[in-house]
């Protein structure tokens, strides 16, 4: 499907450098791979707070511990 749509022109600067540089087939596809990544972070953010309401909020304990692992295996600095 072909749509339109409008975009700063710092962003279509961007997918276009991506195209430049290899990072990307075409602009197309680079804003496709976005919007997927997106979706799939609004589907985490939704989960998440599903398991919030579910079970309530990690605990600070449980955070700290989350937190020192993360930094522990460098996904957090």
Request: charge should be negative; charged fraction near 30%.
């Amino acid at each position: 499907m072909k749509i339109a749509v409008s975009l700063p022109d710092e962003l279509v600067a961007a997918a276009r450098r991506a195209v430049a540089t290899g990072r990307a087939h075409s602009v197309s596809a680079y804003v496709a791979a976005a919007l997927t990544r997106a979706e799939r972070e609004d589907s985490l953010a939704e989960l998440l707070a599903e398991l919030d309401r579910e079970l309530g909020e990690p605990s600070a304990e449980a955070q700290a511990w989350a937190d020192r692992e993360l930094r522990r295996t460098g996904l957090l600095t």
